[in-house]
Each structure stands twice: as structure tokens, then as C-alpha cells.
């Protein structure tokens, strides 16, 4: 079995991973374990129990108005129509040594109620349904709003530490600051070897002919402008504003 993929994680194991926030962004995430497949881990993201009040109603309670109701005498567009508020926290939880790097806290948060599965929380939105019928308070999920209360990550990237996870995030950043000190010529260098590399991959050829592949891109004349790419098991080529893409004939 290749390694970082045995059974390691069970479920309830408070683990970190390197997530990519995009736009070259990293940072670390956290969770719970829900259950370890062969190839991957499923996560149940984690986050503060629920405490929003709707009018003194809590929001777990509260459901969305059927019956219209009359607008209030001097209504306008910035007339509250609804209160969020929250409910106190106990005396235990605001004494509580909360860390997100310390797995054991996150845990012993979960087993008091303190956190729960992100599942369990209302992610839309409350908000007042005005028509000529009058109003009502709702509960609605915007279609283009999506909230992500779990994911499945390969199990040798995911960790049992925030260091573990921590190290990979600074090693993704290096990474972007490394690839900006190389010249044009270097980058595309890389980039063909990759290409060269996935080519080797795929087709099990020798190394030699990955050498004569490479030899024969680097003798361009712009090998800084060359694009490379598989396609049906040959390697093509072509400079980046062409739109001709060409085999290579050894």
C-alpha cells in the first residue's frame, strides 16, 4: 500500500490539512473526522454551536412565516421587520481554553456542544418576504449561496497536527515565490519537462527517448515562448501565439 494511505484516521480524529483559499492563497483547515476510505478521508467541518435569537425565537425554532402580516404605521425600506440577537454563552464556555491548534481542546469543545457539525447550522439567510399582501419573516437558501460542511481529502494530506499542516501551506507559498525568480527561458524549461515527465508516465518509454524529446525543444530558437501539451499519447508542441498545435517526428 503506498504510504500516508493506511488506516490511520478514525472516526471522531480532529485532523488539519493545507487548503488552496485560490488566487495563489493557502492556509491551514481544521475538522473531524467522519470516516477513512481507501483513498480518501471524509471531513465534517466544525463551528461554534448555534446561538442566533429571531425575535427572542432561537433560529433552530424558528420557522418561516406562512401568514402574512400588515406592514407597521410608518414603515419604510430601513424599518426593521425582525431582531437578530444572540444568546449569552455559559459561564464554563467563556472560562473555556479554546485552541485551534490543539486538537484535544477542539474535541473536548465538540463532546460539550460547544462546537458542532457545520451540517447542523443554518447557513441561508432570514429575511422579510414584503408584497402587496403585506409581510412575513423567512427562512430562505439563496441558489447561487453554497456553504461546504465537509470534504474528502487524499489521506497522506491530512495531518494530526497544525504544524504538519502549517509546514505544507509555507511550502506551497515558497513554492510561488520560487517560480517568480525564474527567467522566461527557465519557466518554460520547467514546464517541458513536465510534460516530458507525464509523457514517461503514461507511455513507459526509456529515458533516452524522454532525452532526445527534450534535446530536440530545447534546440528552438524561443524555446521561452514554447507550449507543450499530450495529446493522444504524442507530444506536441507549439509556440504560445500560434494556434497550430505539431507532433514531433524524432
Known amino acids: 500500500m503506498q504510504k500516508g494511505f493506511e488506516k490511520r484516521f478514525n472516526k471522531g480524529d480532529i485532523v488539519y490539512w493545507c487548503h488552496h483559499d485560490g488566487h495563489g492563497k493557502y492556509s491551514v483547515h481544521w475538522g473531524m473526522v467522519n ?3 481507501s483513498d480518501a478521508v471524509m471531513i465534517d467541518y466544525l ?3 448555534e446561538r442566533r435569537l429571531i425575535d427572542g425565537v432561537p433560529i433552530d425554532q424558528f420557522e418561516s412565516e406562512k401568514r402574512f402580516r400588515k406592514l407597521p ?4 425600506y430601513d424599518t426593521k421587520l425582525f431582531e437578530i440577537t ?3 454563552y455559559t459561564e464554563e464556555e467563556k472560562n473555556f481554553r479554546f485552541s485551534y491548534d490543539n486538537p484535544k481542546k477542539i474535541k473536548e469543545a465538540y463532546d460539550k456542544g460547544w462546537l458542532v457539525k457545520s451540517e447542523n447550522i443554518f447557513h441561508g439567510q432570514i429575511e422579510a418576504d414584503i408584497t402587496k399582501d403585506g409581510f412575513r419573516i423567512r427562512k430562505t437558501y439563496p441558489m447561487w449561496k453554497h456553504h461546504t ?7 497522506d494530506r491530512v495531518y494530526f497536527t497544525w504544524d504538519e499542516a502549517k509546514k505544507i501551506v509555507d ?9 517568480t525568480e525564474l527567467s522566461d527561458y527557465e519557466w518554460s524549461v520547467e514546464m517541458i519537462d513536465e510534460t516530458l515527465a507525464h509523457y514517461k508516465n503514461v507511455t513507459g518509454v526509456s529515458d533516452e527517448e524522454v532525452k532526445q524529446y527534450r534535446d ?5 530558437k524561443k524555446v521561452e515562448d514554447i507550449e507543450t501539451r499530450l495529446c493522444g499519447g504524442e507530444i506536441q508542441w507549439r509556440y504560445w501565439n500560434n494556434k497550430r498545435w505539431k507532433n514531433i517526428e524524432l
Request: no cysteine.
Open 86 to 88: 444572540y444568546s449569552d
Open 216 to 220: 530536440w525543444l530545447l534546440a528552438m
Open 149 to 155: 460542511n465537509y470534504v474528502s481529502i487524499r489521506p
Open 171 to 179: 511550502e506551497s507559498i515558497a513554492e510561488f515565490m520560487r517560480q
Open 47 to 49: 463551528e461554534p454551536r
Open 73 to 76: 404605521k410608518g414603515w419604510s
Open 35 to 37: 470516516e477513512q476510505f
